[in-house]
C-alpha cells in the first residue's frame, strides 16, 4: 500500500526560520558565498530540516502528533533552495512495508527533490492504534 | 586525517540539563509547519493524554546538540568540523518529548571506520529525564570528508 504523497515548498525564508528554531546556524544554510566556497552549488537545506519536513508527513499519514515510534534516514543529495520566491519543493512519498499485530506500521519513505532521491534508507515505525 | 578507531565505547559524562521550553516546541513546531494543535496548545496535548505541548519527532536533535559538540570537539578523536557532513540520523522513542522535561544526554561512540579517505562516526546518544526515565534514543552518523 502507498500513501498519498505530500509536497513541501522550501525558500530560504524557511530555512532562516528553521536555523533560529533550531540552534542550526551553518553558514552553507544561508550564504551562498560560504555554500559555494565549500564546493555546493548554492544554499543547500539543512538535512535536518528535510528529515522534519518527512517527519510531519509522518504524522500527518498516521493521524497523531505523537505517533512516530522509530524513524532513520541517510542523507544522500542535498536540497539546494534557490533565492527566489519559488524556492524548491520536496515530495515525499511512503510505502506501508509492515502492519504488526500490536498496532504499529513499518513505513518505507522516499522523498526526492526535482526528482532525486534526497534520502536513502528511509524508514519509520509509526503507531496506528491508540 | 583519519579518525581514531580505539576511542569506539568511550562514553562522554552527562551534559548540563537542558530545559524544555513551550515556546521552543511552539517555535520548532512553526518552523517547520506542524500545525497539529497539540505541538501548540497544552489542552489539546492533554486530550492526548500529555502533561504539556508535544515536540515533533526530529525536536530531540536539538537537545541532542550540545552533546554531539562534546565529541566532535574531542581532540582525541580527531574530528575537523570544517569537514563533517551529516550522514545519518535516526530515533527511537520511549515517548516524545514534552514541555517541562528536563532533558541529560549522555553519548557513546559507538563505531569508528575510515573507508576510501574518509572518517564514518557513529555516535549514540541516550536521552533521558533528570530522573533517570529514558525519553529518546539518537544515533548520528557524521562523516568527515577527506580532503579531495
Known amino acids: 500500500m502507498e500513501l498519498p504523497a505530500r509536497t513541501f515548498r522550501v525558500t530560504r525564508a524557511d530555512l532562516v526560520r528553521y536555523a533560529g528554531a533550531s540552534g542550526d546556524f551553518n553558514p552553507i544554510h544561508w550564504s551562498d558565498r ?15 530540516f528535510t528529515m522534519a519536513l518527512v517527519g510531519r508527513a509522518l504524522a500527518e ?28 519543493e520536496i515530495e515525499v512519498t511512503a510505502v506501508v512495508r509492515e502492519v504488526t499485530e500490536d498496532g504499529l506500521t513499518r513505513l518505507d519513505i522516499t522523498a526526492t527533490c526535482l526528482g532525486d532521491k534526497v534520502l536513502s534508507q528511509a524508514r519509520a515505525t509509526v503507531r496506528t492504534s491508540r | 586525517m583519519s579518525l581514531d578507531p580505539s576511542y569506539v565505547g568511550r562514553t562522554y ?11 521552543k516546541i511552539r517555535e520548532f513546531a512553526t518552523a517547520i509547519g506542524a500545525t497539529d494543535p497539540a505541538h501548540h496548545d497544552p489542552e489539546a496535548a492533554r486530550a492526548l493524554g500529555h502533561p504539556d505541548v508535544v515536540a515533533p519527532p526530529t525536536f530531540p ?7 554531539t559538540q562534546q565529541i566532535v570537539e574531542d ?61 529518546v534514543a539518537v544515533w548520528s552518523k557524521l562523516v568527515v570528508r577527506g580532503e579531495a
Open chain 2, 13 to 23: 559524562p552527562p551534559t548540563a540539563p537542558y530545559q524544555v521550553g513551550r515556546e
Open chain 1, 61 to 88: 499519514w498516521a493521524g497523531a502528533p505523537d505517533a512516530v515510534v522509530d524513524y532513520g534516514v541517510r542523507f544522500t543529495r542535498p536540497v539546494v533552495v534557490p533565492d527566489d520566491d519559488e524556492g524548491t
Open chain 2, 61 to 67: 536533535f536539538v537537545v541532542t546538540m550540545a552533546a
Open chain 2, 75 to 135: 581532540p582525541a578523536v580527531g574530528v575537523d568540523y570544517s569537514r563533517v557532513v551529516h550522514g545519518d540520523q535516526r530515533f527511537a522513542y520511549t515517548r516524545p518529548v514534552v514541555a517541562g522535561d528536563e532533558l541529560v544526554c549522555v553519548s557513546t561512540i559507538e563505531d569508528i571506520t575510515n573507508r576510501g579517505g574518509h572518517g564514518f562516526l557513529t555516535t549514540r546518544t541516550d536521552i533521558a529525564t533528570v530522573a533517570g526515565e529514558p525519553v
Open chain 1, 34 to 48: 560560504i555554500a559555494t566556497k565549500v564546493g555546493l552549488p548554492g544554499v543547500i537545506a539543512h538535512g535536518m
